[in-house]
């Protein structure tokens, strides 16, 4: 007897649209032969931006809650409240960063969203981010009614963002008793800091074996703490976690990290959805990617779900 995958057809060559081979090609000339972000150099990049500054939200506020700066992008009658993690490889990227995003997240799932700017790497390694995070997503558990209109909760974020959203949720259960979060949106994360094969085969593409092994140590510089499960979430207890959805496209570094998980997630008792993009790269909902819409409008179907 033989049994096939949900997913297994993306992987196929015939399942990358043309216009998506076309996106990579225009993508891999336009990168060919441009310096990698360790060789620009940490302070240069957070001052140039890998990618155009977007106009900040008219109605976003910014505060501080427990110490920690956050970005809040507010909507009408909110049905929830989403925690969103930025992505960066932990060494750059900003709360504000992604009021486009969080404009559309706040429309479709009808949900005032909280972004942490959390503190970067390498001046504050493990656990700094990892506290920041815990901070907030607690002061949420126990004023999101009063403070945002709503109690609902919900989780998220992309690549590091994803990777802090998992220990944000086993923390709260462990250290404060609470499983109140009604959905994770976990997109392109890394969840092994001993490195997944995708990530130790990535020569090509937006992210290579050699820039994770420096934003891991940059994040981690005790590499005898990289499969600690508080980083390395891969190894963690999972149960009574919320239902998530993962996010990833075959040509990920990351791709492995985000089935393994899925699997791991399932396992532990709770619900999971996978939705592995063909022909898709790292971070390519954030980009003018032929599969970007179609990705993004299943994560705001997810989310909006979650608060049925």
Known sequence: ??????????????????????????????????????????????????????????????????????????????????????????????????????ERIAEQARVTCISIDYRLAPEHPYPAAWDDCEKVALWLARHAKTECGAEALLIGGESIGATLAVPTLVRLRDRHGFTGFRGANLSFGTYDGGMTPSQRNARQGIIKMQDIARNLAAYCPDSQLLRNPDISSL????????????????????????????????????????????????????????????????????????LE
């Not at 000339?29 to 990698?36: C, L, N, T």
């Not at 957070?46 to 501080?64: Q, V």
């Not at 809650?65 to 930025?86: A, D, E, F, Q, T």
């Not at 075959?250 to 022909?279: H, K, Q």
């Open 1 to 102: 007897m033989t049994t096939s995958s949900p997913f297994g057809e993306a992987f196929d060559p015939a399942a990358v649209a043309p216009e998506t081979n076309a996106f990579n090609e225009h993508g891999a000339r336009f990168m060919a032969g441009k310096p990698g972000i360790w060789d620009i150099g940490v302070s240069a990049i957070r001052n140039a931006g890998l990618t155009p500054r977007l106009p900040p939200s008219p109605r976003a506020i910014d505060r501080k809650i427990y110490g920690v700066p956050v970005h809040i992008v507010p909507v009408n009658s909110p049905r929830g409240v989403y925690l969103y993690l930025h992505g960066g490889a932990l060494i750059m990227g900003s709360a504000a960063g992604q009021d486009l995003m969080l």
């Open 235 to 306: 190894y963690a207890d999972l149960r009574q976690l919320p239902p998530a959805l993962f996010t990833v496209g075959t040509l990920d570094a990351f791709l492995d990290d985000s089935m393994f998980m899925y699997c791991r997630w399932l396992s532990a008792g709770n619900r999971a959805e996978i939705a592995v993009w063909p022909g898709a790269d790292h971070a390519f909902t954030d980009m003018p990617h032929p599969l970007a819409a179609p990705a993004n409008a299943r994560i705001d179907r997810f989310l909006a779900a979650c």
